[in-house]
Each structure stands twice: as C-alpha cells, then as structure tokens.
C-alpha cells in the first residue's frame, strides 16, 4: 500500500479507523462500478418480469356447461393460447381463463363462443364474481394469484354456506384440490 510521503497532502477522508490512507486501484474500481450496474440492471428486469403477471379473465355463462362442453371449451382456448390456463367455478356457469400471452380478452371470448358455449354479455371481474356468489348460490372458488387468500376466502363462505344450509353440505376443499 502506497504510504504519504513527507510534505504530500494528506487528504483525511480517505484514512479507514486505523488511520492509513485507503486506497482503491483503477481495476477494483471498474469491478465494484461494473457490479453496481450489472445489479441495476438485473433488479430492473425484474421488477419488469413482476409487473407482467398474466392476466384473469372471467365470463359467464348462460347456463351450466357439461363435461363435453368443458373439453370443447379447453380445447378451444389451448388452440387460441397453449399456455393458457382454464378454470370453471363449482356450479358451472363462471368460466377463468388465466391468460398466458397479451391477447385480448374478446379472442378468448371468441374461443368460448366457437366450442358451444353462450355466455352473457361483457366480462365478470373479482369483484362481481364475489358479489354473484353472495346470492343465494353456492360459494365459488376463485383464483386470483394469492392461493393461499383464494383458499381461505373460499373456505369462509363453505363454512358460511354449510351453517345456513345444513341439507346441503359442501366440502371445504375445493374440486381442483381434491
């Protein structure tokens, strides 16, 4: 390590808790400053990755489809998106697609459509689907990306379903996890 010499200036800020002057060569420099960037850029991408989780789309259908019905319509949105993802609730009638590319809702909806399926006008968010399931109907499971949220809120309203319809039982595990 390079030592002042009498009559240099010392600077201060660059003497660590032993009192020697710190000193850093050019190439420790360029590897701590090329570490730094690299960081930057690799927390950027992911932040990038995050904010692109796939989108949910919900429709409903006019009437509770069948088992036919239900391959025809998986079959269908594989052909449009083959990462696709889909979803029914437990009665039937609330149809998810769990999008796995940037297409529009409205192809997913076409793809619906074309394997026999009537479904409503417009789409369901969360937010109406929660509301739907607070009528009279059997509670529905749905998922939004927070599995263990989506597993506690569907078990809540089992729970509730089951207290005021003791006639009707239903199981607090839902179908897909059985």
Excluded: C
């Excluded at 417009?122 to 263990?148: K, R, W, Y």
């Excluded at 949220?149 to 005021?164: K, P």
Aim: no cysteine; charged share 15%; aromatic share 8%.
């Amino acid at each position: 390590m390079p030592m002042a010499v009498a009559g240099d200036a010392l600077d201060r800020s660059l003497l660590n808790p032993l009192g020697t002057q710190a000193y850093i060569s050019p190439k420790h420099h360029f590897q701590m400053t090329r570490r730094f960037l690299m960081l930057s850029v690799l927390a950027a991408f992911a932040g990038a990755v995050s904010a692109q989780s796939a989108p949910f789309y919900f429709y409903q259908a006019e009437e509770a489809i069948n088992r036919s019905q239900l391959k025809l319509m998986i079959s269908a949105v594989m052909d449009v998106d083959p990462q696709a993802d889909v979803f029914h609730s437990d009665d039937m009638t609330i149809i998810q697609v769990k999008a796995a590319s940037n297409l529009p809702a409205e192809t997913y909806r076409e793809a619906l459509v074309n394997a026999g399926v009537r479904l409503r006008a417009g789409m369901l968010s969360p937010e109406q689907v929660h509301a739907a399931n607070a009528v009279e109907a059997p509670p529905i499971f749905i998922a939004t990306g927070d599995a263990a949220g989506d597993l506690a809120r569907y078990q809540q309203a089992v729970q509730a379903w089951n207290a005021n319809h003791p006639d009707n039982q239903l199981s607090p595990t839902p179908v897909h996890l059985r």
